[in-house]
């Protein structure tokens, strides 16, 4: 029988608070925090408390919905929870007192939508928030809301996220975030931490190998992050340092997850693997059968394809899944170990997502703790004192792009100025692009201590007397000035 824990309970009481109290709700808890079992337990009292009520759940991932749907009836059996997605079934039913759907579903029959009390807003830092100047809804979630607002005015809004930032917006309630933007929450109504779960056993602890230098981007165009089809490219120059990441560092690794650019840039890993020999950590042998130890995950295979990849991973048959942000998000495997970062990018939430599917804890396999390995040096860059808690959080600039401090610069050849998204001088014909050579080494590596604690203060000096002399100017006294 499960045991509830205290957090759990906190985030129960405080959300059912919240939300009878008129107000929206958004609740931050990390990811392997059980945020299915406290959403559905929230669900259960509200119903038990308000037996009309009716709540549709918006996923952001069709993977997220049967999961949802699983532990939703095991809490609540006597409740009819329909599903409202196409993808994972014919029809779409609207019938239930909860409706489970995404967003992409769901907008294409809101106009025939029934009357819907309380929306739960799933991974909500990844919906757009709207703008002021829009007179007109624009996003699919924004048209949802609204469409259902204007049937209920009493309507509540209930987000959950592990990170309630993202690029377009900062942070996502409040006053702090980017001007011009109208959040949906006016604070976060309860927030667990990743040191109270860690300090409880309820999440394994990180360990980290952290790469000093960096790829060159400067070449690389940034619009909130960075150019997906640009990046890729550079990185495509760069998949040796993986295979070597995993050969120095993960050899004894039960089950390791690379997150990569795009498919191009997955493709490009896979097949280094298989130019170089890996260290199987079962024997401690090289071999060559890369094919049974590793596989590839993207939107480009066939679904089919996709999900014996996904299957063979889940089921330890494959060690090494190398995928891009189809698993960022939703993806729940205990028995992960290893995350290998090999994707730059400006995106705080989209690193802690990452970062957090190595988190939960898999008493099954014997895991002691989850092995980042940053060949970016994303960590440093997102996170103060590689503390999950404290991470770096930009608000951006009200029309224009965060990353870009200069917006010229001088040809080294003849002085010209011109835009510094110029590859070459239009004067002289220089080259700016560096030339990238492909990194056949690993950079230069540092442990990090994810759970290091602030240097403490300085030791206070107390003051004992104090005395004070008054010194006058000679040249104003003879002037009869005081």
Not at 53 to 82: A, F, G, H, W, Y
Not at 145 to 165: D, Q
Not at 188 to 208: A, C, Q, R
Not at 439 to 449: G, H, N, Q, S, Y
């Amino acid at each position: 029988m499960f045991e509830e824990r205290n957090y759990q309970i906190q985030a129960i009481d405080k959300s059912i608070q919240t939300l009878n109290s008129g107000q929206n709700c958004l609740l931050q808890i990390p990811t392997g925090g059980g945020k299915s079992y406290i959403v559905s337990k929230v669900f259960a009292e509200l119903i038990r408390l308000h037996p009309r009520l009716k709540i549709l759940v918006l996923i952001d991932r069709e993977i997220l919905v049967l999961q949802l749907l699983e532990t939703m009836t095991e809490v609540m059996p006597s409740v009819n929870v329909s599903v409202a997605c196409k993808s994972v079934q014919n029809n779409i039913d609207l019938t239930g007192q909860i409706v489970i759907s995404t967003r992409q579903s769901f907008v294409a029959v809101l106009d025939s939508s029934p009357v819907f009390n309380l929306i739960l807003a799933d991974e909500c830092h990844a919906w757009r928030l709207p703008e002021e100047s829009e007179a007109e809804p624009v996003g699919q979630f924004d048209k949802i809301y609204n469409g259902i607002l204007t049937n209920n005015p009493k309507l509540r809004l209930y987000g959950v996220t592990a990170t309630a930032y993202n690029l377009q917006a900062g942070y996502i309630f409040g006053n702090v975030h980017r001007v011009g933007l109208v959040p949906y929450f006016q604070n976060i109504s309860h927030k667990v931490s990743y040191k109270e779960l860690t300090d409880n056993n309820y999440l394994v602890p990180l360990t980290g190998m952290i790469a000093e230098n960096n790829v060159d981007l400067s070449n690389i165009d940034v619009a909130g992050d960075f150019n997906l089809t640009q990046l890729s490219s550079e990185m495509c120059r760069h998949t040796k340092t993986i295979v070597e990441a995993v050969n120095k560092y993960a050899s004894d690794r039960k089950s390791i997850l690379v997150f990569c650019t795009d498919a191009a840039h997955v493709e490009a890993v896979y097949d280094a693997f298989e130019d170089q020999e890996i260290i199987d950590g079962k024997t401690g042998f090289t071999t060559g059968e890369y094919q049974e130890d590793i596989v590839k995950i993207h939107s480009k295979m066939s679904t089919a394809d996709r999900d014996e990849s996904l299957n063979r991973f889940k089921s330890g048959i494959a060690r090494i899944a190398i995928s891009i942000n189809i698993l960022a998000i939703g993806f729940d495997h205990r028995p992960v170990d290893t995350i290998i970062l090999a994707r730059p990018t400006k995106s705080t939430s989209l690193l802690m997502q990452q970062v957090g599917r190595g988190l939960r804890i898999s008493p099954e396999t014997n895991k002691i703790n989850c092995l980042v390995i940053d060949v970016t040096d994303n960590i440093s860059l997102h996170l103060d004192m590689y503390d999950l808690d404290r991470p770096n959080v930009v608000v951006p600039r009200a029309g224009g792009k965060k990353g870009e401090p200069c917006m010229f610069r001088y040809c080294e050849k003849c002085g010209e100025e011109c835009s510094n998204r110029c590859v070459q001088c239009p004067s002289c014909g220089h080259d700016f692009k560096k030339e990238s050579i492909p990194a056949e080494f690993l950079p230069k590596m540092i442990d990090v201590d994810f759970d290091a604690k602030p240097p403490a203060p300085p030791e206070p000096w107390f003051v004992k007397s104090m005395a004070v002399d008054v010194h006058r100017s000679k040249k104003k006294d003879e002037n009869g000035e005081s």
